[in-house]
DNA sequence: GCATCGTGGTAAAACGATTTACGAAATACG
DNA sequence: CGTATTTCGTAAATCGTTTTACCACGATGC
């Protein structure tokens, strides 16, 4: 029956990884068997299982991802695009993206939008290709969806932090305009009356939020009149700069807010490089929490998101999207948690 | 139980990608030469090129990923194993290989070990199984390998940063013997006779040359038989609690080389707890580089690996693996580098 | 004019799994 | 014992792409 056929097909079985075929041929059986039984799909009897069992053993046989997926239409994988992996809040999202797809016996495919538009569009089409079965976005900016060249197909998609009112889809973000609110709060509880709030200058959703918490804590103390909005950039050593000069000015402010992580070290290091007795002479509420905290001194009174709880929820949420494509819009707010320390002290 | 399930086949066109199929009926050509086109495999005539172009557009089509790469026999997507992405050591690897990725036109697939043998084995086989081209390993442990259950069919591998003598795969990594060695001889200039090397428990290949290095400094001045281990654990906390039993000795040391990031942060904390005057009655070299440490004051002296020559030079040699699987095998090593600042300071 | 060549197009065969449909055997039922 | 029903196994279709093999056609060489 074989006779001269020149395909040296299963030739060099050393090198390829074993297909179903290999398995079905050694067990005796078909290949339909075998996945049957590896897929637990329909009743084998038992001695043919057996049988399969031991030649996928033996042939150290792992189901061909590509193909499994390309036929049953679902990858089992979930695209996680985030700004960066450098900043520590987004690395602990990943981290705990990471644990709950270990979990649920999905993989994740990590892309970096550089906090770029044009690089997050091009970086989500390239997921979209790997046909995800769900995509999990901390934004780039707030203008995410406004461009023109907005995804024409694109999974169950669940926004996450810098999610702001998007009409299309499911969004998970920290309770923004709280966490300003209950850091300037504890500032005006302390005494203070000039409070200095150090944002970006690009007008992101949910840094926005963050001043308007500011505000609102203002003028619910009848200090409305008193804000001062210090406008850094997006790295460390903008911020420095900014929050230097505001702190050589003769009425400088007697606390400040940090409201990013970037602005937070600036801050510090502004601090460091004038040599403002601190915390005495200036308090300060930081942002965002991190293992490196706890060597910090004074001991960073901060404001936090909950990374944990953001990831756990848009998983969670991602997941039902996933199940029910149709249900209905989620919007889900996460608390935030202040944490008193010691770098705010009572105004002197 | 399932309720009725027919068989919405095609129905809904609306909400699927569009396929090869699709992008040829509506050009009017063959699927063959669709792919012609856009991959760019032999000449197609121009008018039937922007037919088909044309075509692509308007349908928003996309390559699907798993059929291609199922055809072609290869993913474009390398595999990323590490303990954990909330070790900035770790996340910045990470971010460094997915700017390779990007750069190259691949995709990373994260996992983490968690630190454990077992569990690493088992996301090493879930990557396999995605039939990534490649395997990025920060190996959780020295055994790596030595178990039982390793891999039948592994694709190209390059092990990183805790890679050991392994026979089979390439390497790269610190100078992790030099790296004990210049924060130790850094310590003895300044004049200390009295120096503790804080390490962990596991004897980890990496962490054991870094001590051999504190040892080849120690042995150089003279001073072999004043080796100081100290043996913390995995964690800040039980670093800081055998760093705080040493510092209550009345003999205590003059300096501590910490020789991982935990060690380092357990060392602050415990410092601080003691109330020891620093860097005045204690000196540290502490190890690796975070943003955070230009928060910390003293500002640290510090060994720290180049995250970003290992995580370039372990791309490279992969590639070129994944280019020449019969090629020699590589032995990178990567130089530490010593930043003298303010933490260590001359014995008294 | 005839053989040769190159070009452009397509049908069909992979890739490796899952699932459907069908037949054969075994079991249950009256 | 004959028929109805379930169980088990497999051939073949399918997923969406790339690639091979072949055909048709016009141009070229002599």
Same mark, same amino acid.
């Given at each position: 029956?074989?006779?001269?056929?020149?395909?040296?097909?299963?030739?060099?079985?050393?090198?390829?990884?074993?297909?179903?075929?290999?398995?079905?041929?050694?067990?005796?059986?078909?290949?339909?068997?075998?996945?049957?039984?590896?897929?637990?799909?329909?009743?084998?009897?038992?001695?043919?299982?057996?049988?399969?069992?031991?030649?996928?053993?033996?042939?150290?046989?792992?189901?061909?991802?590509?193909?499994?997926?390309?036929?049953?239409?679902?990858?089992?994988?979930?695209?996680?695009?985030?700004?960066?992996?450098?900043?520590?809040?987004?690395?602990?999202?990943?981290?705990?993206?990471?644990?709950?797809?270990?979990?649920?016996?999905?993989?994740?495919?990590?892309?970096?939008?550089?906090?770029?538009?044009?690089?997050?569009?091009?970086?989500?089409?390239?997921?979209?290709?790997?046909?995800?079965?769900?995509? &999990?976005?901390?934004?780039?900016?707030?203008?995410?969806?406004?461009?023109?060249?907005?995804?024409?197909?694109?999974?169950?998609?669940? &926004?996450?932090?810098?999610?702001?009112?998007?009409?299309?889809?499911?969004?998970?973000?920290?309770?923004?305009?709280?966490?300003?609110?209950?850091?300037?709060?504890? &500032?005006?509880?302390?005494?203070?009356?000039?409070?200095?709030?150090?944002?970006?200058?690009?007008?992101?959703?949910?840094?926005?939020?963050?001043?308007?918490?500011?505000?609102?804590? &203002?003028?619910?103390?009848?200090?409305?009149?008193?804000?001062?909005?210090?406008?850094?950039?997006?790295?460390?050593?903008?911020?420095?700069?900014?929050?230097?000069?505001?702190?050589?000015?003769?009425?400088?402010?007697?606390?400040?807010?940090?409201?990013?992580?970037?602005?937070?070290?600036?801050?510090?290091?502004?601090?460091?490089?004038?040599?403002?007795?601190?915390?005495?002479?200036?308090?300060?509420?930081?942002?965002?929490?991190?293992?490196?905290?706890?060597?910090?001194?004074?001991?960073?009174?901060?404001?936090?998101?909950?990374?944990?709880?953001?990831?756990?929820?848009?998983?969670?949420?991602?997941?039902?999207?996933?199940?029910?494509?149709?249900?209905?819009?989620?919007?889900?707010?996460?608390?935030?948690?202040?944490?008193?320390?010691?770098?705010?002290?009572?105004?002197?």
């Amino acid at each position: 029956m074989k006779g001269r056929v020149p395909k040296p097909r299963k030739a060099a079985p050393s090198k390829t990884a074993p297909t179903i075929h290999d398995v079905a041929h050694r067990a005796g059986v078909s290949p339909a068997t075998v996945s049957n039984v590896l897929g637990g799909t329909r009743g084998v009897r038992s001695d043919s299982r057996a049988l399969v069992i031991q030649a996928a053993a033996v042939l150290g046989y792992k189901s061909n991802h590509m193909a499994s997926s390309l036929r049953r239409g679902n990858t089992r994988t979930i695209g996680v695009v985030v700004p960066n992996l450098a900043n520590e809040f987004f690395s602990a999202l990943v981290t705990h993206w990471e644990a709950e797809a270990a979990k649920a016996g999905y993989e994740i495919l990590v892309v970096a939008s550089e906090d770029d538009v044009a690089t997050e569009a091009r970086r989500i089409q390239s997921v979209i290709a790997r046909r995800v079965d769900g995509i &999990l976005i901390a934004p780039a900016l707030d203008a995410f969806g406004a461009s023109s060249g907005f995804p024409k197909y694109l999974p169950p998609t669940v &926004l996450v932090d810098r999610a702001f009112g998007h009409q299309k889809f499911d969004t998970v973000s920290s309770d923004n305009l709280d966490a300003g609110y209950v850091g300037t709060r504890h &500032l005006i509880q302390l005494g203070h009356r000039d409070i200095a709030v150090l944002t970006s200058a690009d007008s992101h959703y949910h840094l926005r939020n963050r001043v308007d918490g500011y505000r609102k804590a &203002l003028s619910e103390a009848g200090l409305a009149g008193r804000e001062r909005l210090v406008i850094g950039g997006r790295s460390v050593e903008a911020c420095r700069a900014v929050i230097e000069r505001e702190l050589r000015r003769p009425d400088r402010p007697t606390a400040i807010f940090a409201t990013t992580f970037f602005s937070t070290l600036g801050t510090i290091k502004a601090i460091h490089s004038l040599g403002i007795a601190f915390p005495c002479d200036i308090s300060l509420v930081a942002f965002e929490h991190s293992e490196w905290m706890t060597a910090v001194r004074p001991y960073l009174t901060a404001v936090a998101q909950q990374s944990e709880q953001l990831a756990g929820q848009s998983w969670r949420v991602l997941m039902e999207r996933i199940a029910r494509p149709a249900a209905k819009r989620q919007r889900i707010t996460i608390p935030v948690h202040l944490s008193i320390r010691e770098s705010a002290r009572p105004s002197p």
